[in-house]
């Protein structure tokens, strides 16, 4: 995960001087941010305070370290045929080796 230049107490201080009436584009000019960054960043931080930041930087890390030790083949789901088989390939163990196509009476 890239690490941000920004601090997390400079990352919160950015939308607050946007509610105290700062233009947002003057900001991003300001602190060398993009006006996509300005707005993600106060969707997400504006509400928090630096301890519910610091709890969120902790889950994130948390997160990414479980996701990999998690084995990717795992999340995929097991086939039971093969790609290249027919769906009725599945019943030819029913049928007798001398490949006439007729099945063996039980």
């Not at 105290?20 to 941010?33: D, Y």
């Not at 990999?68 to 086939?79: N, R, V, Y």
């Amino acid at each position: 995960m890239k690490t941000s230049r920004f601090s997390d107490s400079q990352i919160m201080a950015i939308p607050k001087q946007a509610e105290a009436g700062i233009p947002a584009p003057e900001l991003c000019r300001e602190h060398g941010i993009s006006s996509d960054t300005f707005y993600k960043w106060r969707i997400k931080f504006s509400s928090m305070d630096a301890s519910l930041m610091a709890r969120l930087r902790e889950l994130e890390e948390e997160n990414r370290r479980l996701k990999k030790c998690t084995p990717k083949s795992a999340s995929k789901p097991k086939l039971s045929r093969k790609p290249w088989q027919k769906s009725g390939d599945a019943i030819s163990t029913t049928r007798d080796g001398a490949g006439s196509g007729s099945l063996r009476s039980v």
